[in-house]
């Protein structure tokens, strides 16, 4: 708890100063005012974020944390759950859609064991495992707070070691299945959304398979009885630890003034426990898509972001976060490259 407690206190604030110069940067280049939409908002915000009017994103990275639920036992998902950890050797060998992603992106890949049932040895993959898996819902908590906490400061640290190894932009990418059920949980508790408007079919469920979801999720609150204005009540007792990873993640991020680019669903339902334990942390954030999971936009609106693009995505891993990542590049090389109407000789 001790470092949850001092990353939180160590979140600042935007650089207003940063922000005031790039908006007169932008106003200045050589088309109308806020002509670029949402690359201009990221310019601003980065400049915010950093401090710095044309700050290097060149070394980036996707930490994917992995984890199982033991409310796959409910059928919530369309897939068993060994293949958690044959998508996790997937991802290893550089064959998952998220890897072709970053390979085109040049961002980096940090895969993350927080809470697998596999016990997998690889030397690239980075074992800080708090247990084999959650508990299923349905029967009690999914985990302690303790193990919740824990796993949150897994996360915060992956954040400091990025931060030792010159990362200068972060993303968040999960493997877990059943995940979109801790998810909607989540999203239900913490954005007081009526169950059955936040549940999506995840993998891909049937409508016998939507049907138990939402019943097991349903079960799962009414049993647990997790406090909507507690988010490390409502992690431990019906989230999971992949998910409790990118939230210490995404606050290590914050404590640290590193940009950090959400993905879909579950890494936004991360982002919302992180924003209820620090609010602070949101400036932080990019939203990089919009899911077709019903609850993401609601997620996204509970937090404050908007997102960059849609693409009808449902995947995860990280893939809308580093399919973003180009066009926050573009906002990049946008504010830094563009000729200003003085520099262009254009006068009015």
Same mark, same amino acid.
């Given at each position: ?21 790039? %908006?007169?940067?932008?106003? $200045? ?53 060994? /293949? ?27 895969? /993350? ?12 993959? $980075? ?40 990362? %200068? ?22 954005? $007081?959304?009526?169950?059955?408007? /936040? ?150």
């Amino acid at each position: 708890m001790k470092l949850l407690n001092e990353t939180i206190n160590a979140i600042g604030t935007l650089d207003q100063e940063a922000m005031e110069q790039a %908006q007169t940067r932008l106003d $200045q280049l050589t088309k109308p005012p806020g002509s670029l939409g949402k690359l201009e908002a990221i310019a601003i915000k980065l400049a915010g974020i950093t401090g710095e009017l044309y700050p290097d994103i060149s070394h980036r990275q996707l930490v994917l944390f992995a984890g199982d639920h033991g409310v796959v036992a409910e059928g919530v998902s369309a897939f068993p759950q060994e /293949v958690t950890e044959a998508m996790v050797l997937n991802f290893l060998n550089g064959g998952a859609a998220v890897n072709v992603f970053a390979r085109q992106g040049d961002v980096q890949i940090k895969l /993350v064991d927080v809470g697998m049932i596999a016990d997998l040895t690889h030397p690239e993959l $980075q074992k800080c495992k708090v247990k084999a898996g959650t508990n299923n819902f349905c029967v009690g908590p999914a985990m302690t707070k303790e193990e919740a906490i824990e796993a949150i400061e897994v996360g915060i640290s992956v954040a400091k070691e990025a931060k030792a190894q010159g990362v %200068q932009v972060l993303a968040t990418g999960e493997m877990g299945i059943g995940n979109t059920t801790p998810s909607s949980a989540l999203a239900s508790v913490l954005a $007081q959304i009526p169950v059955e408007q /936040v549940v999506g079919r995840g993998t891909g469920v049937d409508e016998a398979g939507l049907k138990r979801k939402i019943s097991a999720i349903s079960r799962g609150i009414e049993l647990n009885r997790p406090d909507p204005m507690d988010p490390l009540d409502a992690l431990a007792k019906v989230g999971g630890l992949e998910i409790a990873g990118l939230a210490g993640l995404i606050l290590g991020a914050a404590s640290l003034r590193i940009p950090i680019i959400i993905d879909g669903f579950i890494s936004s339902a991360a982002a919302l426990v992180a924003a209820k334990i620090a609010p602070a942390s949101k400036d932080f954030m990019l939203a990089s898509h919009a899911s077709v999971e019903p609850g993401h936009n609601q997620v996204l609106g509970e937090i404050g972001l908007e997102p960059i693009i849609y693409l009808d995505m449902r995947l995860g891993e990280g893939t809308g976060a580093v399919l973003a990542m180009h066009l926050v590049d573009a906002a990049v090389l946008m504010i830094k490259e563009m000729a200003t109407f003085a520099e262009a000789g254009i006068t009015s």
